[in-house]
C-alpha cells in the first residue's frame, strides 16, 4: 500500500464569504380623531433579481460557450483547476468509466494543478423524466461501496437542488472516504456535480471549489 503523503499535495483553496442585510421600519400612531391614511396599492409583478455577480475567488467559468465543456449548466471554476471535456461518454466501451446510473460524465475538472488530487466531474442524465433527485438516487446507489449516504434539498445558484453527502470504502488505501454529489433539474434533463478525492482529508481541502460550482451554478 502506498504512503499517503507520497501521493498527497494539500494546497489550501480560498473559502467563500457572502452576507446579507436586513432593514425594517415602523410607523407612528396619529390621534384617534386622525382617520387612517389610505395605503398605496403594491404592484403585482416582481421587481427583477439583480444581476448576477462574479464570486470574489472565481477564476474563470465552465459551461458555456467556448470554455473546455459544453454543459446544459455553467458556473465558476476556482484557481488553477482545469476543466477537460470527455469524448465519446456514451460509447458502451467506456461504460465502466463514464456511467454511473442513468448518468454519462461529460466534464472533469483537475485539482492537480491547485495541489489535490481529485476532480470535480459534471454528469447529465438527458433520458431522466423523473426529478433530479431520482436521478441522483440512482447515481449513488450504483457507485459501488456506498454507505452512510445522506441526501438533502438545497439550492444551486438560484435553483432547488438535491445534495448527498456519503462515505465511500477506498480499496488502494483500505479506508473510508468522504464524497458528495448535488443533482439539478435543467430542460436538457438532470445534471449532476459530484466532488471525490484520495480519501476524506484530500474532500475536505477541495470542498471550496465545489461550494463555489454549486453557488454560481445557472441554467444555460
Not at 139 to 163: I, M, N, R, Y
Not at 168 to 188: C, G, I, S
Request: aromatic share 4%; net charge neutral.
Amino acid at each position: 500500500m502506498p504512503h499517503r503523503a507520497s501521493i498527497r499535495t494539500a494546497v489550501p483553496v480560498a473559502l467563500l464569504a457572502s452576507g446579507l442585510l436586513l432593514t425594517a421600519c415602523g410607523t407612528q400612531a396619529d390621534s384617534p380623531a386622525a382617520q387612517p391614511a389610505p395605503v398605496a396599492p403594491t404592484s403585482a409583478a416582481p421587481s427583477s433579481p439583480p444581476a448576477p455577480t462574479r464570486p470574489a475567488n472565481a477564476a474563470g467559468s465552465l459551461g458555456g460557450a467556448g470554455t473546455a465543456c459544453d454543459l446544459p449548466v455553467s458556473f465558476s471554476l476556482a484557481k488553477d483547476w482545469k476543466p477537460k471535456a470527455i469524448e465519446n461518454p456514451e460509447d458502451p466501451e467506456f461504460a465502466a468509466l463514464t456511467r454511473q446510473g442513468p448518468a454519462f460524465a461529460r466534464c472533469e475538472v483537475d485539482a492537480k494543478p491547485a495541489g489535490n488530487i481529485g476532480f470535480l466531474r459534471v454528469w447529465t442524465a438527458p433520458g431522466e423524466k423523473g426529478p433530479a433527485r431520482a436521478a441522483l438516487e440512482a447515481f449513488v446507489k450504483a457507485q459501488q461501496k456506498t454507505s452512510g449516504v445522506l441526501f438533502k434539498q438545497t439550492h444551486a445558484g438560484a435553483l432547488p437542488a438535491t445534495e448527498a453527502v456519503y462515505t465511500v470504502h477506498n480499496e488502494a488505501l483500505d479506508e473510508k472516504k468522504q464524497e458528495r454529489a448535488f443533482a439539478v433539474d435543467t430542460p436538457k434533463g438532470p445534471v449532476i456535480v459530484h466532488l471525490g478525492g484520495l480519501d476524506t482529508q484530500e474532500h475536505q481541502q477541495m470542498l471550496p471549489a465545489y461550494e463555489l460550482a454549486k453557488q454560481s451554478l445557472r441554467v444555460r
